[in-house]
């Protein structure tokens, strides 16, 4: 294809524009002006209280000596936090389903989703280690725990959300339940779905971590290795793990983001 044509496609057209206005400065120079304050910010309270923060040399070293110790610790927790994530969502799409179409099973099975949230996951996680063993099940557990309420709230929220004259129509050609949840209440969920897996994505890692933490026989996962180096007052260990953290967390929030532009086009929030 000729330039004259490539500059016809649409999408090629949206491709430039879209990099145009990643590489403007109003895009990128705020955050890394932040970026510059934090990190001056951080070597001057390092400099001075060496025990409290390490050096941000120090934390890079650690990540540029030992690369893969990270990456393959960081591996374990990222499969934990996903395989939580999708038993969670499994779970939290099921009963979403169940308790948007009855009122009597919403009122019997929300209460005790509201118990399971407010029920401090610190407090639930020993116990999974203890019932199933120091393998990764219970790492998964929790994580699947830590984001089914989120879920769970978001999803039945827009399931019910549709328009009543919309549900109307669909009652007057007598469509199925089945039509009815595939070709309307779905669809008008899926705003609030993507919402919930913003915030349930990072949170998956969060409850990765406290498993790991709370299961002393764990070998792998950078909750362990947070752990052991803080018993060690290995504070640029803890760090360097704390960024892998960071950056799996801001990976997955923008890969949940591209995937929500791209099925949520049709989407009045999208449509800027």
């Given at each position: 294809?000729?330039?004259?044509?490539?500059?016809?496609?649409?999408?090629?057209?949206?491709?430039?524009?879209?990099?145009?206005?990643?590489?403007?400065?109003?895009?990128?120079?705020?955050?890394?002006?932040?970026?510059?304050?934090?990190?001056?910010?951080?070597?001057?309270?390092a400099r001075g209280n060496p025990y409290v923060l390490p050096a941000l040399g120090a934390v890079g070293g650690q990540l540029?000596?030992?690369?893969?110790?990270?990456?393959?610790?960081?591996?374990?927790?990222?499969?934990?936090?996903?395989?939580?994530?999708?038993?969670?969502?499994?779970?939290?799409?099921?009963?979403?389903?169940?308790?948007?179409?009855?009122?009597?099973?919403?009122?019997?099975?929300?209460?005790?989703?509201?118990?399971?949230?407010?029920?401090?996951?610190?407090?639930?996680?020993?116990?999974?280690?203890?019932?199933?063993?120091?393998?990764?099940?219970?790492?998964?557990?929790?994580?699947?725990?830590?984001?089914?309420?989120?879920?769970?709230?978001?999803?039945?929220?827009?399931?019910?959300?549709?328009?009543?004259?919309?549900?109307?129509?669909?009652?007057?050609?007598?469509?199925?339940?089945?039509?009815?949840?595939?070709?309307?209440?779905?669809?008008?969920?899926?705003?609030?779905?993507?919402?919930?897996?913003?915030?349930?994505?990072?949170?998956?890692?969060?409850?990765?971590?406290?498993?790991?933490?709370?299961?002393?026989?764990?070998?792998?996962?950078?909750?362990?290795?947070?752990?052991?180096?803080?018993?060690?007052?290995?504070?640029?260990?803890?760090?360097?793990?704390?960024?892998?953290?960071?950056?799996?967390?801001?990976?997955?929030?923008?890969?949940?983001?591209?995937?929500?532009?791209?099925?949520?086009?049709?989407?009045?929030?999208?449509?800027?």
């Amino acid at each position: 294809m000729s330039p004259r044509g490539a500059r016809g496609v649409p999408g090629v057209r949206r491709a430039r524009r879209v990099a145009r206005l990643a590489l403007h400065p109003r895009r990128w120079l705020p955050t890394a002006v932040a970026l510059l304050v934090a990190a001056l910010a951080w070597r001057h309270v390092a400099r001075g209280n060496p025990y409290v923060l390490p050096a941000l040399g120090a934390v890079g070293g650690q990540l540029v000596d030992e690369p893969l110790f990270y990456l393959s610790n960081a591996w374990v927790t990222l499969s934990e936090a996903l395989l939580g994530l999708g038993l969670g969502a499994v779970a939290a799409f099921a009963v979403a389903v169940v308790v948007s179409e009855s009122l009597l099973l919403r009122r019997a099975l929300m209460p005790l989703a509201v118990v399971l949230n407010v029920t401090p996951v610190v407090a639930i996680a020993p116990a999974l280690t203890v019932a199933f063993g120091f393998g990764v099940f219970p790492k998964v557990l929790v994580a699947a725990l830590t984001t089914f309420f989120p879920l769970l709230m978001n999803t039945a929220t827009g399931l019910r959300s549709v328009r009543r004259e919309v549900l109307q129509v669909f009652r007057t050609v007598h469509a199925s339940r089945w039509d009815v949840l595939v070709r309307l209440r779905f669809p008008s969920a899926l705003p609030f779905v993507f919402a919930a897996l913003r915030v349930v994505f990072p949170l998956s890692l969060v409850g990765a971590i406290v498993a790991e933490f709370t299961a002393p026989g764990a070998a792998a996962g950078l909750g362990t290795v947070i752990s052991v180096a803080s018993q060690n007052s290995q504070l640029d260990r803890v760090f360097a793990s704390i960024a892998c953290l960071a950056l799996m967390g801001t990976l997955l929030l923008a890969v949940v983001t591209a995937v929500e532009r791209r099925v949520l086009s049709w989407h009045s929030s999208q449509q800027r």
